[in-house]
């Protein structure tokens, strides 16, 4: 015989088997299938135990909610990812997820006087911020303060903030907090980390260089040979730092540098 | 009846049914239908084959540890890096080399100082060099070239004292030497480098002018890392020039005091990496 019709093909007890209509095969128990399934077709049905469709899913990985896999996207890399650095007044804008921000924020330098007296650095702010929830922040960057002649007291610095977070203030110019004494270093506030810049050298009959401050030193110290040295080439120093004192006499002290704000992204 | 041998079972209307053919047994319908088998449970103890194989998981073995992901069509094991991102160690070039990058390393924070200008003999200073600092995504580079700047030299009375070398980190960013003593102008202070190509890129501090009666003052080639040697004084010898290795990378070099004694080289730059996976 080679071909058999019937409705239903059952064991001796009548408890498993195949069930035939004209358009399905259906087991009601257990299929067992000793050697190689082969698939065709597509799969169906209220498993849990096979993989979802791909249809869509490049680049994701499987999890389980405990009761079906599904495919969703890895969970983001925590890491660094870019810096902003200001080196003038402006906004930040939290570029798309990033989750913490170290923040570094060094007020402007206190300027040089006319007798060698040095400005003072500006102080510096450190802080680790989570921004999840904050867009933007306003960075308040100083600007430069004004190197004097003998016997002038020279420009403080001014402050650089980044919003209402942290802060650092100026340096101070020379002779500002005591005539003929170099300008004390400004500090940081609202960090976690706040610190004094470096102050300057004191009057004296030739010229200093500044204060220097997180970043760096100040301007070299000129001579009566090159003129007013040091004030000509006042933006060859580091953001922060103090003016170099001018020698005496008749020479300009260097005008305090610029803060900065530089804020390091980690996702 | 135990066993009934036969080659196809059909319905009773002889459309749907199982044929054999070899060792196999097919799902056959005539009218062309879906021929679909539906079952309680399914135990395979074999394999799987066929156009469906995406939907079970791949051959396991050799992937211990790794997660499946996958491509869109079909599924693959690979090795889990998400919640490792993180820093993980730092790369510290006193000279020059080649960077290679750590396994798994995804992103290098590069700081690149200069080396610091030499120290005259009258009180002048070195500059500084100059300081440059950037975040590089290194998934797609395996290494890069790194230059390093040596030691530049301090003079005596009344020599132009070296300019000190540029630093940088293959062509990403790079850092210029400070400048010798009386290098940008006699009886000056160097001015310091600069930094150039990185986010942050900034100058070094200059050295002190020529005087008498000392050498440089404390705040004198300050550059990132720091300023220059302890200033000398003539019982001290070449002081400052014997502890001129007593300074920070990139720092100008202490002008020695007058005279006779020898301005302090400018130090060599220096370039740090710190990975971050």
Same mark, same amino acid.
């Given at each position: ?267 | ?102 396994? @798994? =390393? ?6 690149? &100082?200069? %080396? +610091? /200008? !030499?120290?005259?003999? $009258?009180?002048? *200073? ?66 310091? @480098? =600069? ?6 890129? &900034?100058? %070094? +501090? /200059? !050295?002190?002018?020529? $005087?008498?009666? *000392? ?63």
């Amino acid at each position: 015989m080679s071909t058999l019709r019937v409705a239903a093909i059952k064991d001796l007890t009548g408890n498993t088997g195949f069930v035939l209509s004209a358009t399905t095969v259906q087991t009601n128990n257990t299929l067992v299938i000793p050697g190689t399934l082969q698939i065709d077709g597509s799969i169906t049905g209220s498993t849990n135990s096979i993989l979802p469709s791909h249809s869509g899913q490049s680049g994701k990985m499987l999890y389980t909610n405990g009761t079906s896999p599904y495919w969703d996207n890895p969970p983001s890399a925590d890491n660094i990812s870019s810096m902003s650095v200001f080196t003038s007044s402006g906004t930040w804008n939290r570029p798309s997820d990033v989750k913490y921000i170290k923040v570094q924020v060094i007020g402007g330098g206190g300027a040089g006087g006319g007798h060698g007296e040095g400005g003072g650095a500006g102080g510096y702010s450190e802080e680790v911020i989570n921004v999840e929830s904050i867009s933007s922040v306003y960075c308040t960057v100083s600007g430069e303060s004004n190197g004097t002649y003998y016997r002038g007291g020279a420009g403080n610095g001014g402050s650089s903030s980044f919003g209402s977070y942290l802060s650092a203030s100026g340096g101070y110019g020379a002779n500002r907090n005591h005539q003929h004494c170099g300008g004390l270093g400004g500090v940081g506030s609202g960090g976690n980390l706040n610190i004094y810049g470096g102050g300057g050298d004191s009057h004296h009959g030739r010229s200093s260089v500044g204060g220097g401050g997180f970043w760096g030193g100040a301007v070299a110290g000129g001579h009566p040979q090159g003129g007013n040295f040091s004030h000509n080439h006042q933006s060859h120093s580091s953001p922060g730092s103090g003016g170099s004192g001018g020698y005496f006499n008749s020479h300009r002290g260097s005008n305090g540098r610029p803060g900065m704000i530089v804020i390091t992204h980690f996702k | 009846m135990s066993s009934l041998k036969v080659l196809n079972i059909y319905d009773v209307s002889g459309n749907c049914g199982l044929t054999r053919s070899g060792s196999q047994w097919t799902i056959t319908r005539n009218d062309g239908g879906d021929r679909k088998l539906t079952v309680s449970t399914l135990q395979i103890d074999g394999s799987v084959t066929g156009n469906q194989t995406a939907r079970f998981l791949p051959s396991q073995s050799g992937q211990s540890g790794k997660v499946l992901k996958s491509n869109g069509s079909s599924p693959y094991w690979e090795t889990f890096l998400g919640p490792q991102g993180n820093l993980s160690s730092m790369s510290v070039f006193t000279s020059g080399g080649t960077w290679s990058r750590p396994s @798994g =390393v995804r992103y290098a924070h590069v700081q690149v &100082i200069g %080396g +610091g /200008g !030499g120290g005259g003999g $009258h009180g002048e *200073g070195g500059g500084a060099g100059g300081y440059s600092e950037e975040i590089i995504n290194v998934e797609g580079v395996s290494t890069v070239s790194v230059s390093v700047s040596g030691e530049a030299g301090g003079t005596y009375y009344r020599g132009g004292a070296g300019n000190g070398g540029s630093s940088s980190f293959g062509s990403y960013l790079s850092a210029s030497g400070g400048y010798g003593a009386n290098r940008n102008h006699q009886h000056n202070g160097g001015l310091g @480098g =600069v930094g150039s190509g990185g986010n942050l890129n &900034i100058y %070094g +501090g /200059g !050295g002190d002018q020529h $005087h008498d009666g *000392g050498s440089s003052n404390a705040n004198s080639g300050r550059g990132f890392w720091g300023a220059c040697v302890a200033g000398g004084h003539p019982q001290g010898g070449n002081f400052s020039h014997n502890h001129q290795s007593h300074s920070p990378p990139g720092s100008g070099g202490n002008g020695g005091y007058f005279n006779g004694h020898r301005g302090s080289n400018g130090r060599p730059g220096l370039v740090v990496v710190t990975h971050y996976l």
